[in-house]
């Protein structure tokens, strides 16, 4: 049987904005409304099965409607920029989806569809029309039935001309006229004043149409009699509005839309550019085809000649260890691969690393004096720590290189630099060793082979990265900066921090008395028990017996999402223990029981794995676990902090923390005067930009005045918009947009910078930080307004943003340096955000609590001083 589905782009696009959280990939492009839109498409191909699709958009802002009424749609807010910048994405998602698309000037998108579901319907089609405007039912007909979502789009209302019936009591064609009396606000559609859908619907009850209800005015009485007489036009001009027009002329015919699904490598290609993980992991669509290799000589080093290995290696010799797993510290090696000058190919079984006959190896390995070339020193120095074999000596770090000459790729794969690069080919890992449960180390002839090419292509790499390197200005960068602080990494990471298992194990039972009686009160006011947990069953006692608002629904029932319970707050406090309720849940999981897991036993400590090589503003993320992201907000989380204490007995915790480090460097990006003074002054930036801004005395500046301050300084440095701003502050978008006014109007300075860095931008096609660190910009040029807004942004903030962690990653890298140096037995142990968090003896407190900040303080010199925070204790929490 023939399918054909037509979606209003447009509306689904705006539905799945707000109804999902703002999402972005590394490289900060916001994909919410994409994600919601892919979603909704692979539910709708798995589900109805089309043979026919259509994605409609609107071309433009004029339609012919604007002819006869020029405030049509006059009164809807401008389109937030972080979904404006999402248009291209969908278009192209859908194409990548092998769906048609179209749009046509002069016409929208409810117009195409009203045109295709009368050419369907005259052929015998069954359609379906997914949309969240309520205009596209009077489209409804035998074969045609309307998809309306409801408040989010992973839910709709099916609508076929019975539905209708039963719930407006109306037939499809009356949708126009119950819209020419009562309007629609968000098209800017009159209707008659005072009339809602309720006095419509009764109307048309009894006159069944607005030309019927116009002329039987006379037999209606009080009021509404003179609005109806008065406003006949209105109504008339309105049902004229609100009536789709079947009739474009469109030169796209119904068997141009056929389809017959998408291709898995373009689609999938697709979901890596978008970051969509969840989504390549589920459909299996992570790999692609297998490549074709070129032939490559290999030895197989075998336990007799194992001894004499390293006499081959003369010179700069690649060498390729495969760390097996992502968690380096507790991974496998399976294989090392060398690569000489010469061109000769080895590889050494990882059974060989530990037998006697390779202690030649080992030492070779661990040789300061023996350069080598590896794909990610930080990573194969962790795998190869927790195996007993130390690694030193590395000259050149191909993947370091590859990810500072292009920051905006999120990944940096051996088989993509093959590619990038035009040389030899290598085949993906997952191809080599499948993948999930399917993943197995290969035989020897074929993993030594892989291997080979690997260490073959590191050393072909290295002269081409290098001359890039220096055409591009990173020499410092990479050589003073992002090199040696991968053994900076390294080395905080086998050191580990210690945490207090029997504190964790405490401060969870704290935890649980606490929560048990929050569940208690909860209880309590609920007049019943229940599972918290259950979805189900708590709509059942917010909506059903307490009686709040519903504001959105399921296919299961009620929504009791986080968006939904903050907004209930208001109306009954036990929303809000509810909320309290889940925060205290999830400390008690992720980060208690969570942390609990991540102890290491032979070193009582944790042992994160920082990733340098993915944010595009190079700042770098944590994981395994996760300790950037233990929530302060709550006491509770707070106290987690408690139990991270030094490693050694009667030695303490220090940590340094940048303050404002980012506006600091906006300030002398942008050269502001006023900014400047405030720093230099050492005065609050937040009451300093609120006396501006306001116009009034430091006395005078109140706490909510220095709050939407702070906002707009730091929604400033993220390229913030009206709406964002809008959002943060609770307040309507115009106020947003005349609050970013006033403060450029202000700070002259930060509003001159803004727009010299986008010129710059469109002249270079990138921005840098004040190390030179590349944020390339390709669609700074872009004819597409959407494209072109989200690349302004970018380059607005990521001199700012990179700049600042620039300026902690030379900290660290100088005070391992500054240490080293005075011998002293302090160690650094992590990095969060702008702080650096450190062990040390009691009889070097004094020491460190000078060097570190003088470090700190000094690792760049700007046009204001860099202000560092220090303090102490016995745990990480006293040292805040």
């Given at each position: 049987?023939?399918k054909?589905?037509?979606?209003?782009?447009?509306?689904?696009?705006?539905?799945?904005?707000?109804?999902?959280?703002?999402?972005?990939?590394?490289?900060?492009?916001?994909?919410?409304?994409?994600?919601?839109?892919?979603?909704?498409?692979?539910?709708?191909?798995?589900e109805?099965k089309?043979?026919h699709?259509?994605?409609?958009?609107?071309?433009?802002?004029?339609?012919?409607?604007?002819?006869?009424?020029?405030?049509?749609?006059?009164?809807?807010?401008?389109?937030?920029?972080?979904?404006?910048?999402?248009?291209?994405?969908?278009?192209?998602?859908?194409?990548s989806?092998?769906?048609?698309?179209?749009?046509?000037?002069?016409?929208?998108?409810?117009?195409?569809?009203?045109?295709?579901?009368?050419?369907?319907?005259?052929?015998?089609?069954?359609?379906?029309?997914?949309?969240g405007?309520?205009?596209m039912?009077?489209?409804?007909?035998?074969?045609?039935?309307?998809?309306?979502?409801?408040?989010?789009?992973?839910?709709?209302?099916?609508?076929?001309?019975?539905?209708?019936?039963?719930?407006?009591?109306?037939?499809?064609k009356?949708?126009?006229?119950?819209?020419?009396?009562?309007?629609?606000?968000?098209?800017?559609?009159?209707?008659?004043?005072?009339?809602?859908?309720?006095?419509?619907?009764?109307?048309?009850?009894?006159?069944?149409?607005?030309?019927?209800?116009?002329?039987?005015?006379?037999?209606?009485?009080?009021?509404?009699?003179?609005?109806?007489?008065q406003?006949?036009?209105?109504?008339?001009?309105?049902?004229?509005?609100?009536?789709?027009?079947?009739?474009v002329p469109?030169?796209?015919?119904?068997?141009?839309?056929?389809?017959?699904g998408?291709?898995?490598?373009?689609?999938?290609?697709?979901?890596?550019?978008?970051?969509?993980?969840?989504?390549?992991?589920?459909?299996?669509?992570?790999g692609?085809?297998?490549?074709?290799?070129?032939?490559?000589?290999?030895?197989i080093?075998?336990?007799?000649?194992?001894?004499?290995?390293?006499?081959a290696?003369?010179?700069?010799?690649?060498?390729?260890?495969?760390?097996?797993?992502?968690?380096?510290?507790?991974?496998?090696?399976?294989?090392?691969?060398?690569?000489t000058?010469?061109?000769?190919?080895?590889?050494?079984?990882?059974e060989?690393?530990?037998?006697?006959?390779?202690?030649?190896?080992?030492?070779?390995?661990?040789?300061?004096?023996?350069?080598?070339?590896?794909?990610?020193?930080?990573?194969?120095?962790?795998?190869?720590?927790?195996?007993?074999?130390?690694l030193?000596?590395?000259?050149?770090?191909?993947?370091?290189?590859?990810?500072?000459?292009?920051?905006?790729?999120?990944?940096?794969?051996?088989?993509?630099?093959?590619?990038?690069?035009?040389?030899?080919?290598?085949?993906?890992?997952?191809?080599?060793?499948?993948?999930?449960?399917?993943?197995?180390?290969?035989?020897?002839?074929?993993?030594?082979?892989?291997?080979?090419?690997?260490?073959?292509?590191?050393?072909?790499?290295?002269?081409?990265?290098?001359d890039?390197?220096?055409?591009?200005?990173?020499?410092?960068?990479?050589?003073?900066?992002?090199?040696?602080?991968?053994?900076?990494?390294?080395?905080?990471?086998?050191?580990?921090?210690?945490?207090?298992?029997?504190?964790?194990?405490?401060?969870?039972?704290?935890?649980?008395?606490?929560?048990e009686?929050?569940?208690?009160?909860i209880?309590?006011?609920?007049g019943?028990?229940f599972?918290?947990?259950?979805p189900?069953?708590?709509?059942?006692?917010?909506?059903?017996?307490?009686?709040?608002?519903?504001?959105?629904?399921?296919?299961?029932?009620?929504?009791?999402?986080?968006?939904?319970?903050e907004?209930?707050?208001?109306?009954?406090?036990?929303?809000?223990?509810?909320?309290?309720?889940?925060?205290?849940?999830?400390?008690?999981?992720?980060?208690?029981?969570?942390?609990?897991?991540?102890?290491?036993?032979?070193t009582?400590?944790?042992?994160?794995?920082?990733?340098?090589?993915?944010?595009?503003?190079?700042r770098?993320?944590?994981?395994?676990?996760?300790?950037?992201?233990i929530?302060?907000?709550?006491?509770?989380?707070?106290?987690?902090?408690?139990?991270?204490?030094a490693?050694?007995p009667?030695?303490?915790?220090?940590?340094?923390?940048?303050?404002?480090?980012?506006l600091?460097?906006l300030?002398?990006?942008?050269?502001?005067?006023?900014?400047?003074?405030?720093?230099?002054n050492?005065?609050?930036?937040?009451?300093?930009?609120?006396?501006?801004?306001?116009?009034?005395?430091?006395?005078?500046?109140?706490?909510?005045?220095r709050?939407?301050?702070?906002a707009?300084?730091?929604?400033?440095?993220?390229?913030?918009?009206d709406?964002?701003?809008?959002?943060?502050?609770?307040?309507?978008?115009?106020?947003?947009?005349?609050?970013?006014?006033?403060?450029?109007?202000?700070?002259?300075?930060?509003?001159?910078?803004?727009?010299?860095?986008?010129?710059?931008?469109?002249?270079?096609?990138?921005?840098?930080?004040?190390?030179?660190?590349?944020?390339?910009?390709?669609?700074i040029?872009?004819?597409?307004?959407?494209?072109r807004?989200?690349?302004?942004?970018?380059?607005?903030?990521?001199?700012?943003?990179?700049?600042?962690?620039?300026?902690?990653?030379?900290?660290?890298?100088?005070?391992?340096?500054?240490?080293?140096k005075?011998?002293?037995?302090?160690?650094?142990?992590l990095?969060?955000?702008?702080?650096?968090?450190?062990?040390?003896?009691?009889?070097e407190?004094e020491?460190m609590?000078?060097?570190?900040?003088?470090?700190?303080?000094?690792?760049?010199?700007?046009?204001?001083?860099?202000?560092v925070?220090?303090?102490?204790?016995?745990?990480?929490y006293?040292?805040?």
């Amino acid at each position: 049987m023939e399918k054909l589905i037509l979606i209003d782009g447009n509306s689904i696009a705006y539905r799945a904005f707000f109804a999902l959280p703002l999402l972005s990939n590394s490289s900060g492009l916001h994909t919410n409304a994409v994600f919601g839109f892919t979603t909704m498409l692979l539910k709708l191909i798995e589900e109805q099965k089309p043979t026919h699709f259509l994605v409609a958009f609107d071309a433009g802002k004029a339609t012919f409607r604007h002819e006869g009424y020029k405030e049509y749609k006059g009164g809807r807010e401008k389109t937030p920029p972080e979904l404006s910048e999402q248009f291209p994405l969908i278009k192209e998602l859908i194409q990548s989806f092998s769906i048609n698309q179209y749009e046509l000037a002069g016409y929208e998108a409810d117009d195409i569809i009203g045109t295709m579901t009368r050419m369907a319907d005259e052929r015998g089609l069954d359609v379906i029309v997914v949309s969240g405007d309520k205009d596209m039912l009077q489209l409804a007909s035998d074969r045609v039935t309307i998809a309306l979502t409801r408040k989010g789009i992973s839910e709709v209302d099916l609508y076929t001309p019975q539905a209708i019936q039963d719930k407006y009591g109306l037939v499809p064609k009356q949708i126009i006229d119950l819209k020419g009396l009562m309007g629609d606000a968000s098209d800017n559609i009159p209707g008659i004043p005072g009339v809602g859908e309720k006095t419509a619907l009764k109307l048309l009850h009894q006159y069944s149409s607005v030309e019927e209800v116009l002329a039987k005015a006379d037999e209606i009485t009080g009021k509404m009699q003179e609005k109806i007489k008065q406003h006949a036009d209105d109504a008339r001009m309105s049902k004229e509005l609100a009536t789709i027009f079947r009739e474009v002329p469109m030169e796209l015919q119904l068997d141009e839309l056929s389809y017959n699904g998408y291709e898995g490598p373009t689609l999938g290609a697709m979901f890596r550019k978008l970051e969509f993980k969840s989504l390549l992991e589920k459909m299996d669509l992570s790999g692609g085809e297998p490549a074709v290799e070129t032939s490559i000589e290999v030895e197989i080093v075998g336990r007799e000649s194992l001894a004499a290995l390293t006499d081959a290696f003369t010179g700069v010799t690649a060498v390729h260890i495969e760390v097996i797993g992502e968690n380096p510290h507790v991974s496998e090696i399976i294989g090392l691969a060398f690569s000489t000058a010469e061109g000769a190919n080895r590889f050494v079984p990882a059974e060989l690393l530990h037998i006697p006959e390779a202690g030649r190896l080992r030492d070779w390995l661990a040789d300061d004096n023996a350069p080598k070339i590896v794909y990610d020193m930080h990573r194969t120095e962790v795998g190869l720590h927790w195996k007993g074999v130390p690694l030193r000596g590395v000259s050149f770090d191909v993947l370091i290189a590859a990810y500072l000459l292009d920051p905006t790729e999120s990944t940096h794969t051996l088989s993509e630099l093959a590619g990038r690069y035009k040389l030899p080919v290598i085949a993906l890992d997952e191809n080599v060793y499948g993948k999930g449960a399917k993943f197995k180390v290969p035989e020897a002839d074929v993993l030594s082979k892989h291997l080979a090419r690997k260490a073959d292509l590191l050393r072909r790499l290295v002269p081409v990265l290098q001359d890039e390197l220096d055409n591009n200005e990173m020499h410092r960068l990479y050589y003073e900066l992002e090199f040696p602080l991968a053994r900076v990494l390294a080395s905080m990471e086998k050191q580990g921090i210690r945490a207090n298992a029997d504190g964790l194990k405490q401060l969870g039972g704290e935890l649980g008395q606490t929560i048990e009686k929050l569940v208690d009160g909860i209880y309590k006011a609920a007049g019943s028990e229940f599972n918290l947990n259950s979805p189900k069953q708590l709509g059942e006692i917010l909506f059903d017996k307490l009686g709040l608002p519903v504001v959105k629904k399921t296919k299961t029932g009620y929504s009791t999402d986080a968006e939904v319970l903050e907004k209930l707050a208001p109306y009954n406090e036990v929303v809000s223990s509810i909320l309290i309720y889940r925060q205290l849940a999830k400390l008690q999981s992720t980060y208690v029981e969570g942390l609990l897991k991540e102890i290491r036993g032979e070193t009582g400590k944790v042992h994160t794995y920082y990733q340098q090589t993915i944010a595009a503003t190079g700042r770098l993320s944590s994981q395994f676990p996760n300790l950037q992201n233990i929530p302060v907000r709550l006491e509770e989380g707070r106290k987690i902090r408690k139990v991270f204490v030094a490693s050694e007995p009667d030695w303490l915790i220090l940590a340094a923390d940048y303050s404002q480090i980012e506006l600091r460097v906006l300030a002398h990006i942008s050269g502001d005067e006023k900014l400047k003074e405030a720093f230099r002054n050492d005065m609050d930036v937040h009451t300093k930009t609120a006396m501006d801004v306001f116009g009034v005395s430091e006395a005078d500046v109140d706490a909510n005045m220095r709050r939407q301050a702070k906002a707009v300084n730091f929604g400033i440095v993220y390229g913030i918009s009206d709406y964002g701003l809008s959002q943060n502050l609770n307040i309507t978008r115009k106020e947003a947009a005349q609050f970013i006014e006033q403060y450029f109007a202000v700070f002259q300075g930060v509003r001159h910078y803004m727009d010299d860095i986008v010129r710059q931008a469109r002249t270079n096609g990138y921005v840098t930080t004040l190390l030179q660190r590349r944020r390339y910009l390709p669609e700074i040029n872009a004819s597409n307004f959407n494209l072109r807004s989200f690349a302004e942004r970018t380059a607005m903030n990521s001199p700012i943003q990179g700049s600042a962690a620039d300026i902690i990653k030379l900290a660290m890298v100088q005070l391992a340096e500054r240490m080293a140096k005075e011998k002293v037995r302090s160690r650094m142990l992590l990095q969060v955000h702008d702080e650096l968090v450190f062990e040390v003896p009691q009889d070097e407190l004094e020491l460190m609590k000078q060097l570190v900040p003088e470090v700190m303080e000094s690792a760049l010199a700007l046009d204001v001083p860099l202000k560092v925070d220090v303090n102490y204790g016995d745990n990480w929490y006293e040292a805040k």
